[in-house]
């Protein structure tokens, strides 16, 4: 009876010590146009020695190109491949069989953008144009629920995400572009301030300048669901700058590090907050196509998915054989909370998370583009 007893409370140590509370927050956050090669691999040393994507070959390969593709992945990614792998988990590595895919045919950010947060693959082609999105997302349901009611957020670079979520409506706060911050603390007008003196405004905001949006918004108001969509990483791969791209990596990696250590103190997320890190389309798979992609070029469709924080087993980099889509981020969002995701559209299931991803038997296979 003994070791009965012995085993059972070992059991019960075991489980409660790996069980993981749910979630009461959740943040989205995606760095556009971001590679999965990237990601696991770390910077590619053929792509740091061409003169025709680095400025300066030698400085980036000892920023970012020393040793295997493990230490080139912590290196230009630090915070990934310390805390998020050692407490979350990663998807995408389809060197080890794990993959994730857009579900959409284009491979473009709007078509992708409405997958992540709609749920569904939209046949309807949607160029990258201000054009608001007639289908309903999960950050506008959120937002009509009386739990959530003013406390979703979102904030990004790229300035036709407002319309990607049908900011429109009035039903979402989406901060975009080089939009004011409305609220009138010192930092909001600092930033404010700092904005205005951009002379050249393109179409995507200096990815920091969002995130101190996001951050302040954080402070002050306390969302329980918030999304950060930073855009420079795609901005800077179509310029064909492939040191720049890196360095946007890099950053992007050292601003989630701060938004989790900012989560992780504050007494209002600590524990029961979860980030799903994502993007909203692959690109090119050769040196040749990597700064472009779209339905034409093949690897435009290869994405990745990270997920870190309540109701998440750390389970760390994926080994296992799996496929996973885009579509499936929107109900997994709701389903961290408690709740499910419903709209006039079809929504794909929500990701399974009480154990390491498996592939959804409802999910049809796409090519794998």
Not at 89 to 116: P, T
Not at 133 to 139: G, W
Not at 225 to 248: I, N, P, R, S, W
Request: net charge neutral.
């Amino acid at each position: 009876m003994r070791i009965i007893y012995s085993v059972i409370i070992f059991l019960s140590f075991f489980i409660s010590a790996h069980a993981q509370a749910p979630a009461q927050n959740v943040f989205i956050i995606t760095l556009d146009g971001t590679r999965w090669q990237e990601l696991f691999k770390g910077a590619d040393e053929s792509m740091l020695h061409n003169p025709d994507y680095v400025k300066d070959s030698s400085l980036m390969l000892q920023q970012y190109g020393q040793g295997d593709a493990e230490e080139r992945r912590r290196r230009l990614m630090p915070f990934f491949w310390t805390v998020l792998a050692s407490q979350g988990q990663l998807m995408g590595n389809r060197d080890l069989n794990s993959k994730v895919n857009v579900s959409n045919l284009y491979r473009i950010s709007y078509a992708g953008y409405s997958e992540i947060f709609t749920g569904f693959a939209d046949k309807i082609f949607i160029p990258n144009l201000a054009v608001n999105n007639r289908r309903l997302n999960v950050l506008q349901w959120l937002n009509k629920q009386s739990a959530y009611q003013g406390k979703v957020a979102a904030f990004c670079s790229w300035n036709i995400l407002p319309f990607v979520l049908n900011e429109k409506h009035g039903t979402l706060p989406v901060n975009g572009g080089y939009e004011m911050m409305e609220d009138d603390d010192s930092t909001s007008a600092l930033i404010n301030n700092v904005q205005q003196t951009i002379v050249s405004k393109g179409n995507t905001r200096h990815d920091l300048l969002t995130f101190e949006c996001a951050k302040n918004y954080l402070q002050q108001h306390h969302p329980k669901v918030m999304y950060l969509g930073l855009g420079e990483t795609d901005e800077f791969a179509h310029e064909h700058a492939y040191d720049t791209y890196l360095q946007k990596i890099h950053q992007a990696d050292a601003m989630i590090a701060e938004l989790w250590y900012a989560v992780q103190t504050d007494p209002f997320y600590k524990n029961n907050t979860t980030f799903i890190i994502t993007t909203d389309h692959g690109r090119g798979n050769k040196n040749s196509t990597w700064s472009t992609h779209g339905f034409w070029v093949k690897g435009s469709g290869q994405t990745w998915l990270a997920m870190l924080g309540a109701g998440i087993v750390p389970d760390g980099e994926s080994n296992k054989q799996q496929q996973l889509y885009q579509k499936q981020i929107a109900a997994t969002v709701a389903a961290l909370l408690g709740v499910n995701f419903t709209a006039s559209h079809s929504v794909a299931a929500a990701l399974p998370l009480d154990t390491n991803l498996t592939s959804s038997k409802k999910n049809v296979a796409v090519k794998d583009r």
